[in-house]
């Protein structure tokens, strides 16, 4: 187990972890989507009071979704990031007991206090939850393709970028918290082990999905105790944050993340070659072509993240505020990549 305050007041690792669960539970609600509830359903030992699928994780239909809900003792999430935020929302807002079971390791989500949320396509992250138990069974996870257990990496692999961008802010002053040295250093390893399981991530194998989740609950052991995910999130992210509202829709997470911090590594100037070949082994999809946006389009956010940024005065300080994003630059760094 993960020494330090990872968010997760229990956990069990194994293939078939999550047979016989719905026992322990009482009256328990589900949270899912149409694929993880009919791989799992028949797995649970009992069945649940109600049954919430994701409709969209705009506020106005979560809210209407808990107030429609039935009263019970907990809430099971099974699947993706926003199955698991949505019963992340339902367990906060209600007061009950939170058990989480991804289904895939596309998004961290499953380790994280807050839910993820939206307001007119803004992401928002609100509430305080923490799974007990953290229910992470292999089999169920490997029914997921290969390549969205493996976009787990995504949120790890912005540890390149994001410390990076701390180091700036605190070279200029401009930190929104006290800077702590040693916290980028840990953070730094935790992403050098992550690299060093590159071949088990790659195949999926239990060691490589242990490493992506192990390696968010290091992340936890930093940032929850200072209060922020300085260390993991930076303008890798804000990139994200601007497409998703320039185009209105989700992303996959981690492929979204990938293309950030490859595209941001290089205004950086910071280990940008080591990045792309860390997504290349392990098979992390981020080109453009993966995710559906055309070069006119990422060519259209590029050149407004500088304005983007300066507009949310809620944005930490990053290499966005301090290095042009031209079109010259924009363009070349658009030819590196797939579309």
């Given at each position: 187990?993960?020494?330090?305050?990872?968010?997760?007041?229990?956990?069990?690792?194994?293939?078939?972890?999550?047979?016989?669960?719905?026992?322990?539970?009482?009256?328990?609600?589900?949270?899912?989507?149409?694929?993880?509830?009919?791989?799992?359903?028949?797995r649970?030992?009992?069945?649940p009071?109600?049954?919430?699928?994701?409709?969209?994780?705009?506020?106005?239909?979560?809210?209407?979704?808990?107030?429609?809900?039935?009263?019970?003792d907990?809430?099971?999430?099974?699947?993706?990031?926003?199955?698991?935020?949505?019963?992340?929302?339902?367990?906060?807002?209600?007061?009950?007991?939170?058990?989480?079971?991804?289904?895939?390791?596309?998004?961290?989500?499953?380790?994280?206090?807050?839910?993820?949320?939206?307001?007119?396509?803004?992401?928002?992250?609100?509430?305080?939850?923490?799974?007990?138990?953290?229910?992470?069974?292999?089999?169920?996870?490997?029914?997921?393709?290969?390549?969205?257990?493996?976009?787990?990496?995504g949120?790890?692999?912005?540890?390149?970028?994001a410390?990076?961008?701390?180091?700036?802010?605190?070279?200029?002053?401009?930190?929104?918290?006290?800077?702590?040295?040693e916290?980028?250093?840990?953070?730094?390893?935790?992403?050098?082990?992550?690299?060093?399981?590159?071949?088990?991530?790659?195949?999926?194998?239990d060691?490589?999905l242990?490493?992506?989740?192990?390696?968010?609950?290091?992340?936890?052991?930093?940032?929850?105790?200072?209060?922020?995910?300085?260390?993991?999130?930076?303008?890798?992210?804000?990139?994200?944050?601007?497409?998703?509202?320039?185009?209105?829709?989700?992303?996959?997470?981690?492929?979204?993340?990938?293309?950030?911090?490859?595209?941001?590594?290089?205004?950086?100037?910071?280990?940008?070659?080591?990045?792309?070949?860390?997504?290349?082994?392990?098979?992390?999809?981020?080109?453009?072509?993966?995710?559906?946006?055309?070069?006119?389009?990422?060519?259209?956010?590029?050149?407004?993240?500088?304005?983007?940024?300066?507009?949310?005065?809620?944005?930490?300080?990053?290499?966005?505020?301090?290095?042009?994003?031209?079109?010259?630059?924009?363009?070349?760094?658009?030819?590196?990549?797939?579309?």
């Amino acid at each position: 187990m993960i020494e330090g305050q990872t968010n997760v007041r229990s956990v069990r690792f194994g293939s078939g972890a999550l047979d016989q669960i719905g026992r322990e539970l009482g009256r328990f609600m589900v949270t899912t989507m149409d694929v993880p509830w009919e791989l799992a359903r028949h797995r649970l030992g009992a069945d649940p009071v109600a049954v919430l699928r994701v409709e969209s994780m705009e506020i106005d239909t979560l809210d209407r979704q808990v107030a429609a809900a039935p009263e019970c003792d907990a809430v099971l999430a099974i699947g993706g990031g926003q199955a698991i935020d949505l019963g992340k929302y339902l367990a906060w807002k209600r007061g009950i007991r939170l058990v989480s079971a991804p289904s895939i390791l596309s998004v961290d989500a499953f380790v994280t206090p807050a839910a993820g949320i939206r307001r007119g396509h803004r992401v928002e992250y609100i509430g305080q939850t923490s799974p007990d138990p953290l229910v992470i069974d292999y089999d169920l996870i490997r029914t997921a393709p290969a390549e969205l257990n493996i976009a787990g990496v995504g949120d790890l692999l912005s540890i390149l970028t994001a410390c990076f961008d701390w180091e700036l802010a605190a070279k200029a002053g401009r930190s929104e918290y006290p800077f702590k040295p040693e916290d980028i250093a840990s953070a730094r390893q935790i992403l050098t082990d992550t690299i060093r399981q590159a071949d088990a991530i790659r195949s999926c194998s239990d060691d490589g999905l242990r490493a992506i989740v192990e390696g968010y609950m290091r992340v936890n052991t930093l940032c929850l105790p200072v209060g922020h995910y300085r260390v993991e999130e930076g303008s890798e992210h804000y990139l994200f944050y601007e497409l998703e509202e320039r185009l209105g829709r989700p992303f996959i997470h981690g492929w979204i993340v990938g293309l950030g911090v490859r595209l941001l590594s290089r205004l950086q100037e910071h280990r940008h070659a080591e990045a792309i070949h860390f997504m290349e082994t392990v098979g992390l999809r981020h080109q453009p072509a993966d995710l559906q946006i055309s070069r006119d389009q990422l060519r259209a956010s590029l050149l407004n993240l500088q304005p983007y940024v300066f507009s949310r005065p809620d944005l930490w300080y990053t290499v966005i505020h301090e290095r042009p994003i031209d079109p010259a630059w924009v363009d070349a760094a658009l030819d590196t990549l797939r579309f």
